[in-house]
């Protein structure tokens, strides 16, 4: 039902009873009007007729010789009147003994020249007539009284009754059109405290039904952009990283054609270089030893440079990766295994322990492999006596997504502090007095910064060094 | 018998030692060709028993006068060895140091390993 409809029943009902109140208050105040007219029309002739009725027979004694056909005459037009206003039978035996009396006066009159007796048996009768017309009046004053008391009763009882229903129905609407408004209020207000997977229970055919259905529709909208919002800001973030990948990957791809440009125009001269070496190495073969030193450390200088342009390239190459998925613990292995059968291990003993679970890499297999060696060839050029090398896998998270951290632990000689800092730095060695280019570190941690990861270094000088590659894991989780 | 080689890379300095180094070993006759330009013209003339060719040259690359050599037939059977700076992918990935089909080996170079892959190749 509609507000409009509802409002309409509350005022007929309020209508109605106010008509049917008035309608019994009229009739009431109608046959009071009745009451008191009687009162008027009908006691005041009575009495009226009554003293005119004693005054006339009063005249026709006075002169017993001389009765007044005129004063009797007028004796029985004022007992006519007492008879036409009479209210019951009572008055109107009342006015035959009158009549009786009368006439019976007239008589004595005319015959005998009245008698005392009989005019005072005709005062008594007068007399008595107007005691009774007294007690009638008293009865019908009472009777009027009465009507009048109930009337203001009936009022009474009206206003009343009328102030009850007006009361009990209004509060009943009220509540009724209340009730939802502050359910809706309180749901609104919850709603707008941001808790937008709340919705209103009110139900209803009017317009507060339809206020409560326009505001579900409301928060279920709400919800769903609110939704879609942190969606958005998510995507917004992976973009930002995405974004960063790219960047880092097109300096990789700018320094690749950089180093490779470089690499031509040093890879040339160093040709002419150790051709030149060799051809004096000829051209002097008796020379003294000084001299052929002289030769040896230039030929032995030319392949350090080559190799360092090796490295650089391989650090810069922008490489076509070919990302697979593969398991953590498969790359571990297989770099152990080229350790081992490449005779690489020497006197150090390896471990591996692995995380719990099935994770799976996304990532160029080749070269996080090339990442792992390089680590755990540092490792053991750390522990040239010996020692124990771990490779440990444990789950975690990077940027808080899930992460795959692989440890290399050694027990060696440890890093420098001050060596720290620069440990990623291309061209940085401490292996200087060997092999070592300087770029292994930079460029293992080049590649697995370009695979969205992150390479980090513990190292306590005289208690080993910890080197850890975190990867994101594959958003699959496990590997296939 | 000498094994008579033809050089074509536009590294004078280069090609000066290359050819001074093979000739000291005795075994070889060495021609010298820093014009990529006219390598195939050279190659048509002289027939040469091997060529070193190098890969990045002005003008014409290394395999492009590789291929235009093998589909000549005065050419086409003699044997070619890349002469390379090590400067693009394909020259570290493919395998068995091989590139289009003809052997490559990277500067700078030794000669007793340029003499050992001539050997090879032109057995």
Redesign the interface.
């Known amino acids: 039902m509609t507000l409009n409809r509802k409002l309409s029943v509350w005022f007929v009902v309020v209508a109605l009873i106010v008509g049917a109140a008035g309608v019994i208050w009229v009739q009431r105040a109608q046959v009071l009007k009745r009451r008191l007219n009687e009162f008027a029309n009908l006691t005041t002739p009575a009495l009226v007729a009554l003293g005119q009725m004693k005054a006339a027979a009063i005249e026709f004694v006075a002169v017993p010789s001389q009765p007044s056909q005129e004063a009797y005459g007028r004796f029985r037009e004022w007992l006519a009147v007492y008879r036409g206003v009479a209210s019951d039978s009572g008055e109107q035996a009342t006015a035959d003994r009158l009549e009786e009396a009368g006439a019976r006066l007239q008589r004595q009159a005319v015959e005998s020249g009245g008698t005392h007796e009989a005019e005072r048996a005709f005062a008594k009768d007068i007399d008595a007539a107007i005691a009774l017309k007294l007690v009638a009046l008293k009865r019908q004053r009472e009777a009027v009284n009465r009507h009048a008391a109930a009337a203001v009763r009936l009022s009474i009882l009206a206003v009343a009754v009328f102030a009850i229903l007006a009361v009990g129905v209004g509060g009943l609407l009220a509540g009724s059109l209340a009730r939802p408004i502050i359910r809706l209020s309180e749901d609104v207000a919850r709603v707008g405290a941001g808790d937008l997977r709340h919705r209103t229970a009110v139900r209803s055919g009017d317009e507060i039904g339809a206020l409560a259905q326009a505001l579900n529709r409301m928060t279920e909208n709400l919800e769903r952009t609110t939704v879609s919002k942190a969606a958005l800001e998510k995507a917004y973030a992976e973009l930002q990283r995405a974004q960063q990948q790219l960047v880092q990957s097109e300096k990789l791809a700018a320094l690749g054609r950089f180093s490779?440009?470089v690499?031509?125009e040093v890879?040339?001269p160093?040709?002419?270089?150790?051709?030149?070496v060799?051809?004096l190495g000829?051209q002097l073969a008796g020379a003294d030893a000084d001299t052929k030193t002289a030769l040896a450390m230039i030929e032995k200088s030319?392949q350090r440079a080559?190799t360092i342009v090796?490295d650089l390239?391989k650090f810069a190459?922008p490489?076509?990766a070919s990302k697979e998925r593969v398991r953590p613990e498969e790359l571990v292995n297989g770099t152990i295994a080229l350790l081992t059968y490449g005779g690489s291990l020497k006197q150090v003993t390896a471990t591996t322990r692995f995380a719990h679970g099935e994770t799976a890499l996304e990532v160029d297999k080749n070269q996080v492999q090339q990442v792992l060696l390089n680590l755990m060839m540092n490792a053991v050029d750390a522990m040239p006596a010996g020692g124990s090398l771990t490779a440990a896998t444990s789950l975690t998270r990077l940027a808080d997504r899930p992460a795959c951290a692989i440890s290399v632990i050694d027990t060696g000689e440890g890093i420098a502090p001050e060596a720290l800092p620069r440990l990623f730095e291309p061209f940085f060695t401490t292996k200087r007095d060997k092999k070592g280019t300087g770029l292994g570190l930079s460029i293992s941690k080049t590649i697995v910064e370009s695979h969205g990861g992150t390479l980090t270094v513990e190292s306590a000088q005289g208690s080993g060094t910890t080197m850890t590659v975190t990867l994101p894991v594959s958003a699959e989780g496990s590997a296939a | 018998m000498k094994t008579y080689v033809l050089i074509v890379d536009d590294e004078v300095d280069f090609t000066f030692f290359v050819k001074k180094n093979l000739e000291a070993t005795g075994q070889f006759d060495v021609t010298v060709c820093n014009d990529a330009t006219q390598a195939v013209a050279r190659a048509k003339q002289l027939r040469p028993s091997l060529i070193l060719l190098d890969i990045m040259m002005p003008g014409i690359p290394g395999e492009e006068i590789a291929t235009v050599l093998q589909q000549q037939p005065e050419t086409k059977a003699i044997p070619i060895i890349f002469l390379t700076a090590l400067v693009r992918e394909e020259e570290t990935t493919e395998k068995a140091h091989m590139i289009g089909g003809h052997r490559f080996i990277a500067k700078p170079v030794k000669i007793d390993e340029l003499v050992k892959m001539i050997r090879k190749v032109a057995a």
């Open positions: 490779a440009g690499a031509h890879k040339n160093l040709a002419v270089i150790l051709g030149g060799e051809f000829q030319v080559d090796r390239l190459r490489s076509a």
